[in-house]
């Protein structure tokens, strides 16, 4: 079914108030001595497994100056009584050496919900350290570059929700997760593309307003009988893809599967040969055991899964996220010996977010 509207910012009109909230700071740590950064034949035997793991995408010149921070931080996590969660488009010796779980947003999740360390280095962008907090309310939670934000995340916000409250009077609201914690606070259930057409489908009635991305928007009411409102925001990597350049992959090998995330524009998943999540993308090449496969997402998850697959070719139309890209090893390591940023959410909005949150982690999929 097409898309019943397509809703963009508002720019006027009387803003429902927001919920007041009481003010609450960062926790204060002891910041912990800088260890030696230095390559020695210690650092090389005590990284040498970890090494096995990225060898197939990280060259063995580049190797001498990661080890010593991989080392650092791996220490360093014992210290703080700390897990690394690291998303799939985390680069592979981040994936790879130092994170304890990793994942998509809907498995980091529910990870932070089992986790039992005191802190949490939230290897991602700023939403997913947000909804790690909003789960771990007692836990510290850090991220290692607090400007690492997404342009979906930022297309909307707690006002612009309550506007659409008050224009579909009772109809329910969706987010996907890649929003921030006061627009989680503000609709009734939250998302991931893993799960958005089983949480679309789970709500009463007939309508449902779906935010902010528009082309998963699109591709949800490709499936459901529903009619689906969306917001217009979109995915700054995902969008770049386009029909044209797979085509083009398509005819200079046609035996070539191309897989893509939903996050893509309609004529990019029209060519694909398979639509799903990045952890749903991850086990179907696990699972088909491609010979070359185009994986239509940010470029690094293909290097994480040629990590453990390396019989399969990837072909990488190489679109980088720039907001994941800014955690970096010498930034964890300076997160867990300063313990900064520390991600700090007024306890009235968490609240309401965690409602949101909670109900999609618990529902059966
Ligand atoms: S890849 Fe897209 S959706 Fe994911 S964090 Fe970057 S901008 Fe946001």
């Known amino acids: 079914m097409p898309l019943a509207d397509i809703l963009g910012p508002v720019e006027s009109g009387r803003v429902p108030p927001a919920p007041s909230a009481p003010a609450v700071s960062a926790r204060v740590y002891r910041p912990l001595p800088a260890p030696e950064l230095t390559w020695t034949p210690a650092v090389e035997a005590a990284t040498a497994h970890l090494y096995e793991r990225v060898k197939a995408v990280i060259p063995p010149v580049e190797w001498p100056f990661m080890a010593p921070y991989v080392k650092a931080i791996n220490d360093l996590k014992t210290e703080r009584n700390a897990v690394i969660l690291a998303h799939n488009y985390q680069t592979p010796e981040i994936y790879n050496c130092v994170a304890d779980f990793v994942g998509d947003s809907l498995q980091l999740a529910r990870e932070a919900t089992k986790v039992n360390a005191e802190v949490i280095v939230q290897c991602g962008v700023h939403f997913m350290a947000e909804t790690s907090k909003i789960l771990n309310p007692s836990k510290t939670v850090l991220i290692p570059d607090s400007r690492a934000g997404c342009s979906l995340a930022e297309s909307i916000t707690g006002a612009d929700v309550r506007l659409l409250r008050q224009r579909y009077p009772g109809v329910p ?108 993308m991850i086990n179907w090449v696990r699972d088909h055991h491609p010979k070359r496969v185009v994986m239509v997402t940010e470029c690094s998850m293909a290097d994480n899964v040629q990590a453990e697959l390396p019989d399969v070719e990837f072909v990488r139309p190489c679109n980088l996220c720039p907001h994941m890209k800014r955690i970096t090893l010498p930034k964890i390591l300076d997160s867990l010996l300063h313990m900064r940023e520390e991600i700090v959410i007024d306890p009235a909005i968490a609240a309401r977010a965690r409602r949101s949150v909670e109900r999609m982690v618990n529902l059966k999929n």
């Open 173 to 280: 609201i969706v987010a996907y997760v890649n929003t921030s914690a006061e627009v989680k606070a503000e609709v009734d259930i939250c998302c991931t593309s893993s799960n958005a057409l089983a949480v679309v489908e789970s709500l009463p009635g007939d309508t449902v307003i779906f935010l902010p991305d528009q082309y998963l928007a699109k591709y949800v009411a490709s499936q459901t009988a529903k009619k689906v409102i969306a917001w217009k925001g979109a995915c700054e990597v995902h969008e770049r893809f386009t029909g044209d350049e797979l085509r083009m992959y398509r005819e200079a090998d046609p035996e070539v599967q191309i897989i893509a995330h939903p996050e893509c524009p309609p004529d990019v998943i029209a060519e694909a040969d398979f639509t799903g999540s990045t952890a749903h």
